[in-house]
């Protein structure tokens, strides 16, 4: 019987040979990652002092902290959460990394994406880390566990495999096959396990696009997703890499909970109606709804392969009169790569406003929408008050059908706009 790569992981960082999913194991993250954030990380920093009496972390090469949320800040408040996260890093020799962008892509950057490796954070959407075969689990209120610990409990997963077949179509993007998965399988399809992603599909999408897949399988249920890494992904991380450690893999006779075929090649763009990431439909279903606000980036979908793809759909034409396109790219690295393309250029010449990598145009606190507004977005949440007012609407498409929505002020079909 054989044993998938999350089984693996585990087993590694609990010092057992091997171990199946359901057993309880005292696991050793690899990496303890967060970012600030009121009431989350200035909370854990006094908890570790008061509660537990621990002045400064054991091993700091474990930990890394990100600002990036309220940055610039706008508030003395703000400003003052900072230092404090800070303060907390020089006196624990801890890396802090501010204004580089958002910390799950930067984390990927700066190599805490390791193959093989064990990384807890906060936040969910650090599963996207998967796309180098690293296991990245977000725990929420438990990761001052991670702080104050050196090895966390932690239960052995099961794992849902999910083989891609068929190749996407122009204008149909791993977004689009992402919120694809959570229609044919349902969003509680992987509730409290490991997403694993391959097939020949799989294969065939860019890192970019397998990041896009990954960091959004919190909306399946899973803790987290996880391809085994082939020759791109060593190809890319491996100059990265903050762990000398062999990569691991799947077994081929590995045991699943379950397994699923997902063929996309008929796949159309679709849309992800309000107020459930749950709600998919075919973008054609929505097709000619009136929109104002359009939203291009977030850690899911701002990376140079999106705003290349918008920016081919916008050559040749403008944003309409009115509609607000916010691009934001999800790090400077790639802000850094589109602009010496020249796609900034490209995007800025149709009309769109492209604004520093952070986290505040996905949750609210930059760009906000008015009562009754309606916006196209790559964010990672629909839900109701996420870009502003509770009464405002926020329409789930991929890059290319923000850039089509922002030249019709109605939800577009990018396709069209994408021949020849």
């Avoid at 691009?327 to 790569?337: A, C, R, W």
Wanted: with cysteine; proline share 5%.
């Amino acid at each position: 019987m054989g044993y998938t790569i999350a089984e693996k992981i585990l087993a590694r960082v609990s010092d057992r040979e091997t171990v199946h999913a359901g057993d309880e194991v005292l696991a050793k993250p690899d990496f303890v990652i967060a970012y600030d954030f009121p009431g989350y990380t200035d909370v854990i920093f006094r908890q570790m002092e008061e509660e537990f009496g621990i002045d400064k972390v054991a091993e700091p090469d474990r930990y890394a902290l990100f600002i990036d949320h309220m940055v610039p800040a706008a508030t003395t408040a703000e400003e003052e959460l900072h230092e404090i996260t800070r303060a907390w890093g020089r006196k624990n020799n801890v890396p802090v990394y501010e204004r580089k962008g958002i910390g799950h892509q930067v984390a990927a950057e700066l190599g805490y994406a390791t193959p093989g490796a064990f990384v807890v954070h906060f936040d969910g959407h650090i599963s996207q880390l998967g796309t180098f075969g690293t296991l990245a689990v977000g725990v929420r209120r438990h990761l001052l566990e991670a702080f104050v610990k050196e090895r966390i409990k932690f239960k052995v997963p099961e794992t849902v495999r999910i083989d891609i077949t068929g190749a996407l179509q122009p204008g149909v993007t791993a977004r689009d096959l992402f919120h694809h998965i959570v229609r044919v399988l349902g969003p509680r399809s992987c509730r409290g396990m490991v997403m694993e992603l391959g097939g020949l599909g799989i294969d065939a999408i860019s890192l970019s696009g397998r990041q896009t897949i990954t960091s959004l399988a919190m909306f399946t249920g899973a803790i987290t997703a996880i391809i085994n890494p082939d020759d791109k992904a060593l190809a890319y991380i491996r100059e990265r890499q903050r762990l000398d450690i062999d990569p691991l893999f799947s077994d081929e006779d590995a045991v699943y909970h379950a397994r699923h075929s997902i063929d996309v090649t008929d796949l159309e763009p679709i849309a992800v109606i309000p107020p459930s990431p749950a709600n998919t439909r075919d973008l054609s279903e929505v097709a000619g709804t009136e929109v104002q606000v359009g939203y291009l980036g977030s850690c899911a979908s701002g990376r140079v392969e999106d705003l290349a793809l918008a920016a081919d759909v916008l050559d040749g034409h403008r944003v309409k009169d009115g509609f607000q396109l916010n691009v934001i790219p999800t790090s400077n690295e790639i802000m850094k790569e589109a602009a010496a393309q020249g796609i900034l250029t490209r995007l800025i010449a149709a009309g769109a406003f492209i604004s520093s990598s952070s986290c505040d145009y996905c949750f609210g606190r930059m760009g906000v929408m008015r009562d009754g507004q309606r916006a196209v977005s790559t964010g990672t949440l629909n839900v109701r008050g996420r870009m502003g007012s509770p009464d405002s609407e926020i329409y789930i498409v991929n890059a290319a059908a923000v850039a089509a929505s922002a030249i019709e002020g109605r939800i577009a079909d990018p396709r069209p706009y994408l021949k020849g």
